[in-house]
């Protein structure tokens, strides 16, 4: 690893000096350690908005560096924790895309689902935002597959400083309710292919001993059904 930064980083000096120590030597301190440095540097620049986003900026800053120097789980941190203190609409957009790609590069699947929620919940009911929305859905239906085909290799590898991962269970419900959101959407242009998600859905829910979402699930289906016979006449 280099002893010297390879360029300047131009960074408030307190987090440019943390900045430095790291870059300098990456095996400087574990991961907690890592993350109460950063929230302590942090708490000077929480006043007021201006200085928050000065913050996120510089640590956007930082983060990059970080993923120049193949330090994935440091920027991680970094990213995660200005996920949680941007009150910008379009940089914590920014920060939740970056943090997918470095879960993903992490084959991390409970956090790129954690920022798929979370960009789900960016995207919701925003008609500019449809075909990201539809995507992150797709996304979703992918990770949580994964998820719950290989549960006990997915949270053997999982490390939180906060939190522990959702049940089997928690991931097959949230499995089966992304289909019927997909098969909702769909239904008009890909009909059987959300027929196939709707019927996914439903065993998934009556394997949990859950029939509530019957009735909307076969009305979608009828629907469905109803967009084949139009096509086919």
């Known amino acids: 690893m280099p002893t010297t930064i390879k360029k300047q980083l131009f960074l408030p000096s307190q987090l440019r000096r943390f900045a430095d120590d790291i870059l300098n030597n990456p095996n400087l301190m574990s991961e907690k350690d890592f993350a109460q440095n950063l929230t302590a540097i942090q708490k000077s620049y929480m006043k007021t908005p201006a200085q928050r986003d000065y913050f996120c900026t510089a640590?956007?800053?930082f983060a990059d560096r970080l993923l120049e120097e193949n330090n994935l789980d440091f920027a991680g941190i970094i990213i995660s924790k200005l996920c949680k203190i941007t009150d910008i609409p379009s940089k914590l957009e920014k920060f939740l895309i970056k943090g997918y790609e470095i879960a993903k590069k992490n084959g991390d699947y409970i956090h790129m689902m954690a920022r798929l929620n979370s960009l789900r919940k960016i995207y919701y009911r925003k008609h500019n935002k449809l075909r990201e929305y539809i995507q992150v859905l797709y996304k979703q239906e992918k990770c949580l597959k994964y998820l719950t085909e290989n549960y006990e290799a997915a949270t053997q590898g999982y490390h939180s400083l906060l939190r522990a991962p959702a049940s089997k269970k928690e991931?097959?419900?949230m499995l089966a309710h992304v289909q019927v959101e997909i098969s909702k959407i769909t239904?008009?242009?890909h009909p059987q292919e959300a027929i196939d998600r709707l019927n996914s859905a439903e065993e998934i829910?009556?394997?949990?001993?859950?029939?509530?979402?019957?009735?909307?699930i076969s009305m979608l289906i009828s629907e469905a059904k109803q967009v084949i016979l139009r096509k086919s006449s």
């Open 187 to 189: 239904k008009r242009l």
């Open 205 to 216: 829910f009556h394997s949990l001993g859950n029939n509530l979402h019957d009735d909307y």
């Open 171 to 173: 991931y097959l419900q």
């Open 59 to 61: 640590a956007d800053k």
